[in-house]
Antibody
């Protein structure tokens, strides 16, 4: 069974930093791309970042480019999102989701999410 | 103008069919895009339903009932999620998604009410 478990969400101050983690199990993590998606309270999902299975290609949404960094450790079946320069508008539940290097059933499995709140 | 536009809400009766549309921005041709569909219920992450580009390039999500199907309306430049034989458990928010300019883009979502 595919499982994705996020952690690291917390209350942070504007301008602060957080590091989110996502631990994967139930599939061969090293052969799949991954994405981060966030969802602000009462809003729809917003894609944040994509990382290819070998980390050689990483994409970011314009809203986080230059502030967030996505990485992965295939030996640890782990995905990370380093969030710097946090803003109030970054407040959301952050999900990791399984993705594909090429065309596939993208975002076919999601974690339960971790809540990030940015407020002074 | 958003890349993907969905009507905010839709109501339908149990047993009926519901057609949820996802309209692509003018200048972006739906024929060239794979459209993904997700269902979300309160307190849960989105769940993958299916993807559709053409009748020869489509895939149902694992365990997703066949009464959920995808199609396109080229004249409206839109992707469509058709749900037949509506059940009360189909109530929820539905989101379309596509890959555009090196980014996943979601539509704003349609809240489906079955009553």
């Amino acid at each position: 069974e595919v499982q994705l478990v996020e952690s690291g969400g917390a209350l942070a101050q504007p301008g602060g930093s957080l590091r989110l983690s996502c631990i994967a199990s139930g599939f061969t993590f090293s052969t799949y791309a991954m994405s981060w998606v966030r969802q602000a309270p009462g809003k729809g999902p917003e894609w944040v970042s994509y990382i290819r299975s070998d980390s050689k290609t990483i994409y970011y949404a314009d809203s986080v480019k230059g502030r967030f960094t996505t990485s992965r450790d295939n030996a640890r079946n782990s995905l990370y999102l380093q969030m710097n320069g946090l803003r109030a508008e970054d407040t959301a539940v952050y999900f990791c989701a399984r993705d594909y290097d090429g065309w596939g059933d993208s975002l076919d499995h999601w974690g339960q999410g971790t809540l990030v709140t940015v407020s002074s | 103008q958003a890349v993907l536009t969905q009507p905010a809400s839709l109501s339908a009766s149990p047993g009926a069919s519901a057609s949820l549309t996802c309209t692509l921005r003018s200048g972006i041709n739906v024929d060239s895009y794979m459209i993904y569909w997700y269902q979300q219920k309160p307190g849960s992450p989105p769940q993958y339903l299916l993807r559709y580009k053409s009748d020869s390039d489509k895939k149902q999500g694992s365990g997703v009932p066949s009464r959920f199907s995808g199609s396109k309306d080229a004249s409206a430049n839109a992707g469509i999620l058709l749900i037949s034989g509506l059940q009360s458990e189909d109530e929820g928010d539905y989101y379309c998604m596509t890959w555009h300019s090196s980014a996943w883009v979601f539509g704003g979502g349609t809240k489906l009410t079955v009553l």
